[in-house]
């Protein structure tokens, strides 16, 4: 497997934009995202950005929905390894097989038994805000944004409203 | 008690709203949050729901913000199996009973000895941003929005930010 | 070493704005950070809190983003038992040397050997969104804006997106 991370091309912040105003503009999308594993992290910045790019906001914000309670949003460096460490760390933080009641049928009507999911999606979170600066996405050079499946496979939803001047 | 989750009305995505464009919004509002446990988790989502309702906001984001260090604002299923699991979760990630510098007098003021409290609402974070779409919040089936009470009971606040356009 | 907390001069939460609409304004900016510690807590508040008020937007929001993946954003009371007691807690989740894949040659071509730093900064997270209100940020009274360099010393940025009307 390769040892190295994406890196994005536009490694250097953008300019600041001292006092841009005009037409107010609100866009919204779903990407759709069909996962393989029980347990998988994939990078969905590529899509994201091609999304900013064909919005028409050139100053704003974007911000990213998990339509899902058990499929987090979050940002960090894309590379096999790391990504097996962050897998391992939410198994030693949230045990699998600890006797969770949401997997108890004395006390859940749930029968996915994903305690350990819902629990991990809270420590990395749902959502994330990003900037878009001259109708590019902002990010830093090792910077990515992940979504994790936690109890799949299934096909999953993440939704894009993105906000601010054309 | 009851087994089952809350499930929202509402479980399809809302459709992708290509380019809306039109007047500039912003209301803000704050919500008051009793609360009676020392560690207690409430859901607060159809408060929220009414209050962007009633905003006139068709298309944007509501931003949730805690005015408080020790009570944490996130998202998950309501249940309350899962939320006991939330809350036994969090007692083994920081204990209660560790000797933390902020609750000894020789390092600290504070006399709440709440270190807990801050540990733990900062491993849940204390903001949230969601999406208005069709002049609703954005929300799956299951996803209800819950506030973390860590350090109560207490009288807490908690701000709703709603911009986009009418 | 000091015992208290900083504590912000506005401790109530700002007015209600019932239906706020006017002319649409975006601002970018850049705050530079210099770090001295591999692990270090940086107060911020200050620092942004003038941003807010020389960038002519009356209500709205700021959108703060880490340009780093080992360097968070999150919020919580600024005092140096607490401060040490963060910095403890993210020691007991996320050892230095457990054997990370990312932090092995023959699985990774990264030679910072800071597996820990992207772990701490996933679990802290890297981006907040605040709320301005009456042209000031709006903050609790002992809630600060934090940085946490975990891979440093190095120079750091973060960006300032501010979003609303003036």
Not at 9 to 27: E, Y
Not at 114 to 136: I, K, Q
């Amino acid at each position: 497997m390769t040892k190295r991370s994406t890196v994005n091309i536009r490694d250097i912040p953008p300019a600041d934009v001292p006092a841009a105003s005009g037409a107010f503009m609100v866009r919204g999308e779903t990407l759709t995202v069909p996962t393989e594993e029980r347990v998988e992290l994939i990078d969905v910045t590529d899509r994201l950005a091609a999304l900013v790019r064909a919005s028409g906001i050139r100053e704003g914000i974007v911000s990213l929905w998990s339509m899902h309670t058990t499929f987090a949003v979050f940002m960090n460096e894309s590379q096999k390894a790391l990504h097996a460490d962050i897998k391992r760390l939410l198994e030693t933080m949230v045990a699998r097989d600890a006797d969770w009641m949401h997997n108890d049928p004395d006390h859940s009507d749930c029968d996915r038994f994903n305690a350990d999911a819902h629990l991990r999606a809270m420590l990395l979170g749902h959502s994330l805000t990003l900037h878009v600066s001259g109708g590019e996405l902002v990010l830093g050079q090792w910077q990515r944004v992940l979504v994790a499946e936690l109890d799949g496979p299934r096909a999953r939803t993440l939704r894009v409203q993105m906000m601010g001047m054309s």
